[in-house]
């Protein structure tokens, strides 16, 4: 066949000869030039592609970022009411408990005994005022505890009489702080997040900045450093001044978005990373969390690899096929790159609404979902059911079993909830041990039974190990929403409340407050 092509093109006379090589030159020149237009527009293409993918993905981080550091913050704040509310009822019954006609001498033997009074003041006087006895932590805290001075390093005091004489009990605030600080400590720790992210607390003692302006609270990187003093006139590697713009931007605004160079976690490997931090005001804590710039790169290198790779075949293909296949390998190229670009998002979004270990949705999905059915409330009417559930006495099976353990517990209660309950109900993992049921059934008739069926589901969702079972239970909180809600945040309050009493009452149980 190209033999006797050739052999045509030979017996054509000179002016046919001309004019079709006239012909074949402009073909290939248009060809050519199609190619460079093309290839010239791949380049903007795959740069402006390059573009939107990592500002959709540091949109996405600093989201995550964001939440982390906000619902950390919701936790310091529950983890310290629940405290003052536990502190307060011991108190009370402290001093509830005296009898009047204790001997004296027996209560101050009592009151001596630093393994039951560690936490709790405790000084004894006449009618007169006359201090009889105190322990040794209420030294210099006398006229608080008397209600001579306005004292705010206190909770709260109590007094009860003890014959004719009167025993005051405190508790400090710092007491509570305290405490805070170690569980926050032990979740900070224990906690893991995407690409080597993680949180950190820093305490401000002088908002003006400069030498020992705060303390370095609590850092899972940098353990051993706790307690130690920071200055804003420190640097990083590239010499800037990461703490003096942190303070800068909490003293303005109470939160700030900024990037600086810090070594990778467990790595003495530097990078940079965005950070978002935010004031704790109770505390004069500034909560934070960064995200290393350098994993997003790696994204893009790979995406990039693979745009250029298929833009190669492209090339080829127009080599060989002409001018009607450049065309239609345009369309395929570009059709082929808007399907992977709307998977790749979809696939990331998918992966932060769900949980990764549980499988059950994440709290961003709920978050979510709670503000969408807030907003059809208060357009509509149309309620839903939320409960809020705790596993009651999770940290015990972590201590006695082991994390692995722990959250195999974890796995096998999202599975048997997911399997029990209607299509139409939706399981989050609101935090650790902590999820949320949200039902599409507004029915306050059929809640009880609801939660009843719940609570059998977590029964039954023990793990086994060797010949014998853990046996797991669930506290729940339920609520819906209410007229004069602000925001879903009122929901979770009330749920986070009827939890509460549940715990309180003896766990294992549900409470509802409509």
Known sequence: MIKNLIQRIKNLDSVRKRYLGFTMGILITFFLMLTIVYIVQIGIYERKHAENSRNQL??????VITDTVNNTITSIEVVKTNLEETYKSRLTRYTFNIDSGYDLDIMMDFLSNEEINSDILSLITTQDGEILFQTENSKGYEKGLLGKDLDQS????????IGDNILYAGVLNETIKDEVISRMRNRIYNDVYFEDAYLWINEVLNYEGGDNYGIRLIHPNLRDTEGSYLSTNMTDIMGTTPYLTELTGIRESGEVYFSYYFKRLE?????EKMTYAKLYEEYDWIVAMGVYYDDLEEYLATTTKLSEDQTRESLLILGLTGVLLLFIGLLVFFKLEKDYYNKSNIDLKEQIDTDELTKAKSRRAGMKRLQVEFERFVTTGENITALLMDIDDFKKINDNYGHDIGDKVLMNLVTRINNGV?????????????FLIISKDSSVDGLQSF??????????????MDNSSILVSSSIGATQFKKGDKSYDDLIKRADDALYQSKRQGKNRGTILI
């Not at 790595?267 to 990078?271: F, K, Q, R, V, Y």
């Open 58 to 63: 540091l949109d996405i981080k600093r989201e």
């Open 154 to 161: 206190f909770l709260d005091v109590k007094s009860t009489s």
């Open 267 to 271: 790595t003495d490997e530097i990078a």
């Open 422 to 434: 209607r299509d139409s109900d939706t399981l989050y993992r609101w935090g650790g041990e902590e």
């Open 451 to 464: 939660i009843t069926k719940v609570l059998h589901l977590v029964e039954k969702s023990d793990c086994r």
